[in-house]
């Protein structure tokens, strides 16, 4: 059973750029969620996507947002990138349970921001 | 908003020693208490998990000790092997909220042998 793949492996931009992100759930799972993880800070949550819908997002500004397609992959944009955006951004997926407590991580994608 | 501290942010252990890595939390509102590990160029994988009405849970060599009482919860790795060598993560997570799983800043873990 494939894991949850994301691509680019890596993304280099300038500032005010943006970049898209991506990110293939493992077969079955519904639920998409979308890290940060920046040098010192753990993992920041950022959004929350289940059955197409968003269902929860963390403190980021507006210029971070995403979408789930119909076959539940999805998408991360981030607008007008900043210097501080570069990170390694982190997709996980689970099923849609009630309890969705085991979320299963991708290898990530680094943004760098110059 | 922090609410999970973590620490130590990085730590040494000889082969054979034991790792303890502690966390700390503020919501009591929280339930389940994961431990996720990271190797290089990899994502964060779940290691072990607990849930606040037991004080211990073991899987091989990973013990989670629970105080709810101090709102605290700890990672202990015996034996510990050069190849348990990664990145270490506390998390927590209410059931039924919005499924925001909260994770501590990490510990970096080196076992030399």
């Known amino acids: 059973e494939a894991g949850v793949t994301q691509s680019p492996t890596h993304l280099i931009k300038t500032r005010g750029q943006q970049a898209t992100l991506r990110c293939s759930p493992i077969?079955?799972?519904?639920?998409v969620y979308w890290y940060q993880q920046a040098l010192g800070l753990g993992l920041q949550f950022l959004l929350w996507?289940?059955?197409?819908?968003?269902?929860n997002r963390g403190n980021f500004p507006p210029r971070f947002s995403g979408r789930q397609f119909p076959n539940y992959s999805s998408e991360l944009n981030v607008n007008a990138l900043e210097l501080e955006d570069s990170a390694l951004y982190l997709c996980?997926?689970?099923?849609?349970?009630?309890?969705?407590?085991?979320?299963?991580f991708g290898s990530g994608t680094q943004l760098s921001v110059l | 908003q922090q609410q999970v501290k973590q620490s130590p942010q990085s730590l040494i252990v000889q082969k054979g020693g034991i790792s303890i890595i502690n966390c700390a939390y503020e919501?009591?509102?929280?339930?389940?208490f994961p431990w996720y590990q990271q190797f290089p160029g990899k994502g964060p994988a779940l290691l072990i998990a607990?849930?606040?009405?037991?004080s211990e849970k073991k899987e091989g060599r990973f013990t989670i000790s629970f105080n709810k009482s101090a709102k605290q919860f700890s990672l202990h790795i015996m034996d510990s092997q050069p190849g348990d060598s990664a990145t270490y993560f506390c998390?927590?997570?209410?059931?039924?909220?919005?499924?925001?799983?909260?994770f501590g800043a990490g510990t970096r873990l080196a076992v030399h042998p």
């Open positions: 998390a927590a997570l209410v059931f039924g909220g919005y499924n925001k799983l909260i």
């Open positions: 996980a997926s689970s099923r849609r349970t009630a309890t969705n407590e085991k979320l299963f």
């Open positions: 996507y289940d059955e197409g819908e968003e269902r």
């Open positions: 919501n009591t509102a929280f339930d389940y």
């Open positions: 077969s079955g799972h519904t639920s």
């Open positions: 607990i849930r606040p009405d037991v």
